[in-house]
């Protein structure tokens, strides 16, 4: 299975910007997957998932302000980021739901760095 996040890049606070997650390698369409992301020093936390059947969770940190859509002709996950902030900066990963065993092998992710 291979994970490729893209659309990272640099924003003012207060702008957006919208990632993309291309899965491959296995069948898309049954899991539920998570967008998560790393700051320096910190650990990585999920700030958004969605199921298979469309439904959608957000940490208190985004909600209001990310979200979250999936294409499963596409075989894509989507994180639209709307009224970005400065601690929204971190690298994006996508990845499958679940504990760290279930999931599959990391991409690269994709920087966002937000400037005020």
């Known amino acids: 299975v291979q994970l490729v996040e893209s659309g990272g890049g640099l924003v003012q606070a207060g702008g957006s910007l919208r990632l993309s997650c291309a899965v491959s390698?296995?069948?898309?369409?049954?899991?539920?997957i998570g967008w998560y992301r790393q700051a320096p020093g910190n650990e990585r936390e999920l700030v958004a998932h969605?199921?298979?059947?469309?439904?959608?969770i957000y940490a208190d940190s985004v909600e209001g302000r990310f979200t979250i859509s999936r294409d499963n002709a596409q075989s894509t996950v989507y994180l639209q980021m709307n009224s970005l902030k400065l601690e929204d900066t971190a690298v994006y990963f996508c990845?499958?739901?679940?504990?760290?065993?279930?999931?599959?092998?990391w991409g690269q992710g994709t920087q966002v760095t937000v400037s005020s």
């Open positions: 990845n499958r739901l679940g504990p760290a065993e279930a999931r599959f092998s």
């Open positions: 390698g296995t069948t898309f369409g049954g899991y539920a």
């Open positions: 969605i199921t298979s059947g469309g439904n959608t």
